[in-house]
């Protein structure tokens, strides 16, 4: 007889995940996405809704469909209701400090994910170690013509170039499941380890309806060696609720001209391609100005160009710094 001991496979800790959910004032849709959440394939181990509505119609809807669920599939609810919180940075920022997932996953009130959005995630977590962070592949996203698709190969360069776009737009040609590198996510839906992402949060400068909000907390990660990938077999529909009635030039310029200023070296090349991107949003409202026959494109460019010489006063969706020297804003 062996005296050989049997041998033990250890399996890989099990990671839980925390879903945070920002939203404000849209209760229909936010029972769609809650839904969706507590319907995935693998139970999500805790649900932290941060709402800045002014009445609770969102709560109640929310906690009903949890009390549904079979007590084994039912996360713990952390459900906070102020309307104090201001925009969906801050929300998030909210919900990050309350959670105790392994996996943080944030989700907008506007999305319907997959039913296996959290097993594939979680899948790739386990095979890839390195990967501080993974969001999935957004499907209703269609291409625009070729002329548009000219003008961001031609305008968006170097670090303005968004590579996530071009996954949405043709996420059908990834026939196998992979990761695709990326420096940034959108802010519908992504996921981070919690030990990657530690303390870090939102910058506290945005607020309300932000733009950019996503890539920069990505950027900041990706300074520290943080590495993220776009999983294509894992997919979310973005229902993409109207946003305040603006015109997106200024935010184009607004938005990119604070990550430039935050996070890329002033060199030669960052400089040009900068004042390159800022020539593109130009072109672009020239010709939305002549076909439509209104000055409203160019005066949101100069809008935008106006809140980089201003430091952002004014900005719908940027503060100004604040000084705390002289304690007022500079």
Not at 26 to 34: I, K, N, Y
Not at 73 to 92: E, H, K, Q
């Amino acid at each position: 007889m062996s005296g050989a001991l049997p041998r033990v496979i250890e399996r890989p800790a099990r990671l839980t995940v925390s879903a945070i959910v920002p939203t404000k004032d849209r209760a229909a849709l936010l029972e769609v996405a809650v839904r969706a959440l507590l319907a995935q394939s693998v139970p999500l181990d805790e649900l932290i809704v941060v709402d800045q509505s002014g009445d609770d119609t969102g709560r109640r809807r929310v906690r009903a469909l949890v009390a549904e669920l079979p007590a084994a599939r039912r996360p713990r609810l952390d459900y906070v209701l102020d309307s104090r919180i201001t925009g969906a940075a801050s929300a998030r920022n909210v919900g990050l400090d309350r959670a105790s997932g392994d996996i943080l996953l944030c989700c907008d009130d506007d999305v319907v994910a997959d039913p296996r959005v959290v097993d594939h995630l979680l899948a790739h977590y386990r095979s890839a170690p390195e990967c501080a962070g993974l969001a999935p592949v957004i499907t209703n996203y269609s291409p625009p013509g070729r002329i548009r698709r000219l003008h961001h190969w031609l305008f968006e360069r170097g670090p303005f170039r968004d590579e996530r776009q071009p996954v949405y737009w043709f996420w059908r040609s990834y026939l196998a499941p992979t990761r695709v590198p990326v420096r940034m996510f959108t802010g519908a839906m992504m996921s981070f380890r919690r030990t990657a992402l530690g303390g870090l949060r939102h910058d506290a400068r945005y607020r309300g309806a932000s733009v950019g909000e996503d890539i920069d907390l990505c950027w900041t990660l990706g300074h520290r060696g943080a590495r993220l990938a776009i999983a294509t077999d894992a997919r979310i529909v973005h229902n993409r609720a109207p946003r305040p009635d603006t015109r997106p030039e200024e935010a184009q310029i607004a938005a990119w001209g604070f990550l430039y200023q935050k996070h890329l070296p002033k060199t030669f090349t960052t400089r040009l391609a900068f004042a390159w991107y800022i020539a593109g949003v130009f072109v672009s409202a020239a010709i939305n100005a002549v076909t439509n026959r209104t000055p409203a494109p160019l005066r949101s460019a100069m809008a935008g160009m106006r809140a980089l010489r201003t430091n952002y006063a004014g900005s719908t969706f940027l503060a100004p710094p604040v000084d705390q020297r002289r304690n007022r804003v500079s």
